[in-house]
């Protein structure tokens, strides 16, 4: 069946310029002229838009558009009005509509919302059943069923939970659903990215400290296990701990009990730790870098998230689903088409369900269409692989040949050729840097052998941004 449009319009001229419109655009299209007579059809029939003028002879099209909403939750609202005030618009946009037109409107544009809406609509179809589960994941392929599965065994539970996956998975998002959707959910629940945290502060933020405890200690501060009480505390990023840190974590989890930094009360704490790594923590294990005792008091429960390269069947959800996104971030909105869905199914995605959201974003950013197309995904593909790979396709030989390879294929202005090969160059490394820093800029800066300053300032001409890196 075709897309179904519900027109609520006493104007007869009006109502027949905009069915014109719609029909040719392929919509079945429904005329009623009255509050009445929209709800009857409302209850006869389903439809993908509903377009309604503002004052009808038996009512206000906004003032009942909440009960409208609450009854069709799925569809959207698109406001005509001859009422062209601020106080209309706003009245528009507070009771939940899609688009808001004053009148005159450009038919081309309310047509166009039209097609949008009913896109938007069927975009939040195909993701309906990850939305009924209450879990802020999307796919429906085996490996995230199986990951569903485990969350809810551990919603009406206390047990310390493991969830492994590589950068840009979704590790946050699982310990966000077991934390919403179980047993704690009334309390806090508070994130703490350990590879953030500077060595020599990192049993403060983790455990607190008195004042006085060491220089610049002015006054008690409260820590995340002290502010994640009755809650949950997110550590990610567990397996670059430090060893002294890791000691007093094994401690708390034992006894359920926490010492302040320079402190000497043992204070009980009511906390549930989901922990992640995006390492394996078995070597680390067996070079002394990570504590066995703690690692089998972390491991209770194991959630292993899968690479979005062993789910390509939530690609296309996934991508639908961050166009959404995107348009309530102020972005255009955007459709999909199937063609450029089945391109983006067929990439590595090495960055994951992270690297998906930004190329999608960037992508209803650059798009000259309200469709997505192959065309848009591909130029888009292509400047992210210019700003990660710049020697892409250049083969497998020395850095110096591949070097040559590109100057060979490019060309420079005098006082050119110095900085764009070395910014050339640094691209990848300092990404390199700061993928196996987990964006920490001060840990990368000290992989790389250069001054945090220095990090920031070249990042920044190169237009990289280190949260793109960061754990979630």
Not at 166 to 178: D, F, R
Not at 284 to 308: C, M, Q, T, W
Request: hydrophobic share 40%.
């Amino acid at each position: 069946m075709g897309r179904q449009a519900l027109l609520v319009e006493d104007d007869n001229a009006i109502a027949t310029v905009i069915v014109a419109g719609l029909e040719a655009e392929g919509f079945a299209v429904a005329v009623r002229d009255s509050v009445a007579g929209r709800d009857q059809a409302l209850s006869e029939s389903a439809y993908d838009v509903m377009l309604t003028d503002v004052m009808l002879a038996d009512g206000d099209g906004i003032d009942t558009l909440t009960q409208v909403r609450s009854a069709f939750p799925e569809m959207p609202i698109i406001i005509l009005s001859a009422q062209n005030t601020l106080d209309t618009a706003v009245r528009a946009t507070d009771g939940g509509a899609f688009e808001y037109f004053p009148k005159p409107f450009d038919l081309d544009e309310v047509v166009r919302a039209a097609r949008q809406a009913a896109e938007t609509r069927r975009s939040a179809a195909l993701d309906s059943d990850e939305q009924q589960t209450g879990l802020p994941l999307i796919g429906r392929s085996q490996p995230m069923q199986d990951v569903y599965r485990l969350i809810t065994r551990v919603l009406n539970n206390n047990l310390t939970v493991l969830v492994l996956g590589e950068s840009g998975t979704g590790k946050e998002l699982v310990a966000e659903a077991i934390h919403d959707l179980g047993n704690r959910k009334s309390g806090p629940f508070v994130p703490v990215n350990t590879a953030a945290i500077p060595r020599e502060l990192i049993e403060s933020e983790l455990f607190g400290h008195e004042k006085g405890a060491f220089t610049g200690a002015t006054a008690r501060n409260i820590g995340k296990f002290e502010e994640a009480n009755g809650g949950t505390l997110f550590l990610d990023e567990i397996g670059d701990m430090p060893a002294e840190a890791q000691t007093r974590l094994l401690r708390a989890l034992q006894s359920g009990r926490i010492r302040r930094v320079g402190g000497n009360e043992e204070i009980d704490v009511d906390v549930r730790i989901v922990a992640a790594t995006n390492r394996d923590l078995v070597p680390l294990i067996s070079s002394g870098a990570f504590r066995e005792d703690l690692y089998y008091r972390l491991n209770v429960v194991p959630i292993k998230l899968p690479p979005l390269r062993e789910r390509r069947d939530d690609v296309e959800a996934l991508a639908r689903h961050f166009l959404q996104k995107a348009a309530q971030d102020g972005l255009p909105r955007r459709t999909l088409s199937k063609d450029a869905a089945r391109l983006l199914e067929q990439q590595s995605w090495r960055g994951n369900v992270r690297e998906l959201q930004n190329l999608v974003y960037r992508a209803a950013l650059l798009a000259r269409n309200d469709t997505i197309d192959a065309e848009t995904i591909v130029g888009v593909l292509d400047d992210s692989a210019s700003d990660s790979e710049p020697f892409h396709g250049a083969g497998q030989g020395n850095i110096a040949g591949i070097v040559a390879q590109w100057l060979e294929t490019h060309s420079f202005r005098d006082g050119e050729l110095y900085h764009a090969a070395l910014g050339e160059l640094e691209k990848p490394v300092f990404r390199y840097a700061l993928e196996r820093t987990a964006g920490n800029q001060l840990k990368a800066a000290q992989l790389l052998g250069i001054n945090r300053n220095t990090l920031r300032k070249r990042l920044l001409e190169l237009e990289i941004d280190p949260e793109e890196f960061t754990p979630g």
